[in-house]
């Protein structure tokens, strides 16, 4: 017996190293090395002792500790869930797989020597390293950390359950390791065909959910966008018959050469035309007509709407004709969108706060910058704070086009974005 215990304890303490590795390399997430240490240590000791006590049942509540020992808990985080979910069915599957090939080479119980646990371990370590190798390859992070909803983990959850029970079953009827691995490979297939189905109408639904929220925000800017020209548009009305009158007003004093009441009629025709053109929604709105793109252009009449709503003064250029973009026009939004959120979130507040937003192409380059107005009053809030929302490390990773900087001195903070158009 003590022969034994030796090696299913060897075994447990390398496979749940082995597990806390993969799973810190496999979750992107801002924590500290430090933290990442100390937690993973203390959840291997929990998750040895869980292990001979419960067992394969204490794996639920090794889940349950990973995600309050690594989130954040403000909100439900579903990249951590989906990730740590993920990390369990892999241990489980590249575990069956060391097992069942080692079957090949040892006749005896494989539970009770050193050196197959050891073997087991090293093709543990050796196929979670090319899983890892294979999942930043192909850059699936994105897919994950893109992933709001509980689909993903649901559909990973289910495969653990259904091959844990066919595994548990297996055991218990003892059938034979051809019927075993006849058994998973349809079972496989099934479950392949199964989650390529799942995925697709998922995916479909997303597409659709999207699609409808843009159709309805892009609904409501126009809608903005046109009652405020319909509001110009009365002021424009009263404003040429006010207009025609203060002109009368002035033809009138002059004709009877009084300076004094002709000075005092100019001076209310020019305060009357400085509030009127001072109102209009003209310089707001100006240079949009360049903005081709709708996604493009609904994005800043919404974000032109919140800074006008905020009090913030704003300027907005376009010079050139902006149609297409060299990256996908979903990821360019969502940054775009966080960083002007950004720069009104430290700006809303500020006494004479302005808020610069323009775009240029020139050469092979179009650039977007967004600048905003730095507080003069000592504030605990930094504009580098909301970086972090922007995930610019990944979009550096997923396009080698895209150059993002940012900036800061005595009155502004500049953050730019400048997409390469043409390769060499």
Known sequence: MPSIIGPNLLVMFLSWSIFYYIFNLLYHAKISAQRRIITSLILLIISIILNVFLRDYGIFFIMILMYFSFGNHKR???YLINIIVLSVLIRFLITMISIAILIHFYSTNLSGSYEISLVINLMYFVIASAFVYFFNYFKLT?????????????????????????????????????????GILLFILIQAFFIIIIFFISRRRQKKVYQDKFTEEQVE???????????????????????????FSLRTVADEQDYDAMN??????????????????MDLYKDLNNVKNPYLKSLFISKLNTINKNNIVSYFNCYDELTDVPINILDLINLLSQAIDNAIEYTKDQEHGAIQLSITKEDQQLAFLINNT?????????????????????????YSNIFIQYSKNDKWFRFHITLITKGD
Do not use: C, W
């Open 264 to 281: 005092q009629a100019l001076d209310n025709l020019e305060n009357y035309s400085d509030d009127y053109l001072n109102n209009l929604s």
């Open 142 to 182: 994105n897919y994950f950390q893109t992933r709001k909803s509980a689909i993903t983990g649901i559909i990973l959850g289910y495969i653990y359950i259904t091959f844990d029970m066919m595994y548990l079953f297996l055991q218990h009827f003892n059938l034979r390791y051809a019927i075993l691995i006849a």
């Open 221 to 247: 800017n126009l809608k903005s966008y046109t009652d405020r020209l319909e509001k110009d548009q009365l002021k424009l009305r009263h404003f040429k018959h006010d207009y025609k009158n203060l002109l």
């Open 374 to 398: 730095v507080s003069k009053v000592p504030t605990t809030k930094k504009e580098t704070d909301g970086l972090e929302k922007l995930h610019i490390k990944n979009l550096k990773k997923k």
């Open 76 to 78: 439900t985080d579903y």
